[in-house]
């Protein structure tokens, strides 16, 4: 199979192959290495590439989308299989249309800092969400309007819950 | 010797206080909220009772309610741990009216000490150092001019009932005073509900250093040695140490004496914690606060002096002398605690509360665990994110240094994320290995730092991500080929036939 491995913004070509139970062949970048991959727990891995012992964290975190924790430093790595990549393109990706903003944590909210209709800039503060004791502040990703407010102060929202959606500025 | 104490706290204190029970032969009762029907404490300890709903105010925070467990339990003494009722001064005096000791100070120790004016004023006259300032509040704007005029600039405004690194402002110049002064007053308002301001010295290169001591009921009291707690996000502590790496024996012995004239103010009888500020740039020293409670960092001391803090608490409240003398009080080697936290370091220390499914607790030579958690436990959205400490020790910092890098690369979390690997980070930065750092240090030069680290395992990472994604994918087709051929065959069934390694 083959992939397009996306981190620090930067593509690389992956190509994995099975070659033997629990053993992989992986092309980084024209760079080969044989792999011998164990899964200890869930979503821990011991990985041995050319005898080197790693102990590796990788959880899915969204769709594609890997957040690994390896020797206590972190990395987020989008992983694409190449064909639905390039069909992507195809279809003309980039229109990203509305962003969903959705909860990090389970908490309540604070206060909201905007209101359905408001335009906000990039980074500006949407909400504030309360939990352990301490503030949060969630911000815009991006320049635009907040289309719909679903937040309510002083109610509960779990992870991932919706709390606005955001239609991009239009240039 | 109390026969039955209740602890009314929750997570990694109150474990650690029932440890010391429980070597010490005294029973322990925990209380629980709702939400903490699992809690560590609630299982380690002989008798549970719950004391409400999960919001503090309505549980641990609740005078009433605690008091009342402890008149049904029968108990001799209440330990309070750190944070919620622990410088409750009414509290601690609800306890003696019902015939309970409190397990710390005296009651009038804590409501002194637990106001910056009141306690600047008590502790001047003892002649402790103060950061060059006032000893009243503001009283007005142009009062506030005037001040800031005598100190020079920069110069702090602090909320009079602040604490906790809240309530307080650096002003750079004077055009910015006013409006920092309004500011900081309206803050102190809504925080702590008394908007009473004042001013002082900004101290250059700020350390934060503090000075443990015990006092007895018999007039005794000893200074135990410094920790170095300038490893501060936010003006919350993250990273504790003993000795610290700028303090010799002459300055540890003139902030001992400074700290026991602090304490002395106050007739203090308890374990307790003197917090100075210290210009890394002139080692001056000036007193800061005094916390009339055990300290989250005390184990640290507990390393390199050979003394339970804790037990030497317990003993002490209930009426036994100082089992040490100054002269016994001697550091030896090097101690360093990192605070673990329910917090995700990579984005901006977002609580991640939740349910830890797998835990792997660092082992081996010079290792404390001091944890509240377990594999199983769901950390609650309802209170402090602090998990666990990790707790090493070795010969000299170096060793320490080295050993907690070693034990860091050893811990596991799942299932939430935690502020391990923020702490791994800080094990290798240059800086904080050759002690040159202040309480501004991880705000903003470690943060630079580490944003650009050096990261040599990036094609591992990408390596392990491309097999899970392969792995996945095999999975998600061996299923729907599974639908679309199988007719009622079970796909688990015939993904273990296609290979004998699915565990792998």
């Not at chain 2, 300890?45 to 709903?53: K, L, N, Q, S, T």
Request: hydrophobic share 40%; charged share 30%; proline share 4%.
């Amino acid at each position: 199979m083959n992939y397009v491995a996306t981190f620090k913004g930067e593509d690389v070509r992956v190509k994995v192959e099975e070659s033997g139970p629990g053993l992989y062949r992986v092309r980084v970048d024209g760079e080969e290495f044989e792999v011998d991959f164990f899964s200890v727990q869930e979503n821990i891995y011991s990985l041995i590439i050319d005898h080197h012992s790693y102990e590796v964290d990788i959880d899915e975190v969204g769709r594609d989308q890997y957040s690994v924790l390896l020797k206590n430093d972190h990395f987020d790595v989008k992983i694409v299989d190449e064909k639905k990549k390039k069909l992507a393109e195809k279809l003309g990706a980039g229109a990203s249309g509305r962003q969903e903003i959705k909860s990090p944590m389970a908490g309540n909210i604070w206060k909201l800092m905007k209101n359905q209709g408001d335009s906000v800039k990039e980074g500006e503060v949407l909400l504030i969400l309360e939990a352990m004791k301490m503030e949060n502040e969630i911000r815009s990703p991006i320049e635009g309007v907040v289309t719909s407010m679903a937040a309510v102060e002083g109610s509960a929202v779990s992870a991932g819950a919706l709390l606005c959606l955001l239609n991009p500025v239009e240039n | 010797m109390f026969k039955k104490i209740l602890i009314a706290n929750r997570g990694e204190i109150a474990v650690r206080v029932v440890r010391a029970c429980k070597e010490l032969g005294i029973a322990t009762v925990a209380v629980y909220s709702d939400v903490d029907r699992a809690g560590l404490h609630v299982r380690v300890a002989d008798e549970a009772y719950c004391i409400g709903p999960a919001p503090a105010r309505q549980s641990y925070l609740n005078p009433d309610k605690i008091i009342e467990v402890a008149r049904k339990a029968k108990v001799d003494a209440i330990h309070p741990g750190y944070g919620f009722l622990s410088e409750n001064a009414d509290f601690a005096e609800l306890c003696i009216k019902n015939e309970i000791v409190f397990i710390g100070p005296n009651p009038q120790a804590i409501r002194i000490m637990g106001n910056k004016t009141t306690s600047r004023v008590a502790v001047a006259e003892m002649n402790v150092p103060l950061v060059p300032g006032m000893k009243e509040n503001l009283r007005n704007e142009k009062h506030c001019q005037e001040w800031a005029d005598k100190i020079g600039y920069p110069l702090m405004l602090k909320a009079a009932a602040g604490g906790g690194g809240k309530g307080m402002r650096k002003v750079d110049g004077p055009d910015k005073l006013m409006d920092a002064f309004r500011a900081t007053k309206s803050e102190a308002l809504k925080s702590f509900n008394d908007d009473a301001v004042y001013m002082e010295r900004y101290i250059e290169n700020p350390r934060h250093i503090e000075i443990q001591i015990l006092g007895d009921k018999h007039g005794n009291m000893i200074h135990v040695g410094e920790r170095e707690c300038s490893i501060q996000r936010r003006h919350q502590k993250l990273i504790e140490e003993a000795p610290s790496p700028i303090v010799d024996d002459p300055m540890r012995q003139r902030m001992g004496e400074a700290a026991l004239k602090a304490a002395r103010a106050v007739d203090y009888d308890s374990a307790g914690t003197v917090e100075f500020i210290v210009s890394g740039t002139t080692k001056e020293f000036f007193f800061l606060e005094m916390n009339t409670r055990l300290q989250v960092e005390h184990p640290v001391t507990e390393m390199v002096t050979g003394i339970d803090l804790c037990k030497e608490m317990i003993r002490i409240a209930a009426g036994e002398k100082l089992s040490i003398q100054q002269e016994d009080v001697q550091m030896r080697g090097h101690a360093i605690e990192c605070r673990i936290s329910a917090e995700d370091p990579d984005n901006d220390f977002l609580p991640t509360p939740g349910k830890i499914v797998g835990l792997r607790i660092p082992g081996g030579p010079g290792i404390r665990d001091e944890s509240g958690m377990y594999e199983g436990f769901e950390v609650p959205i309802h209170y402090d994110p602090l998990i666990s400490k990790l707790v090493v020790y070795g010969q000299d910092r170096q060793n320490a240094i080295a050993r907690c890098r070693r034990a860091l690369s050893e811990y596991i979390v799942k299932g939430i994320k935690t502020t391990i690997p923020f702490h791994a980070r800080v094990m290798l930065n240059e800086h904080f290995i050759n002690g040159d750092f202040d309480t501004n240090f991880i705000d903003n030069r470690f943060n630079m730092e580490d944003a650009e680290r050096e990261r040599p395992h990036e094609k591992v990472a990408v390596i392990g991500a491309a097999i899970k994604a392969f792995r996945l994918d095999q999975k998600k087709s061996r299923t729907s080929l599974a639908a679309k051929e199988g007719g009622g065959m079970n796909p688990w069934k015939l993904s273990g036939r296609i290979g004998s390694h699915t565990n792998r």
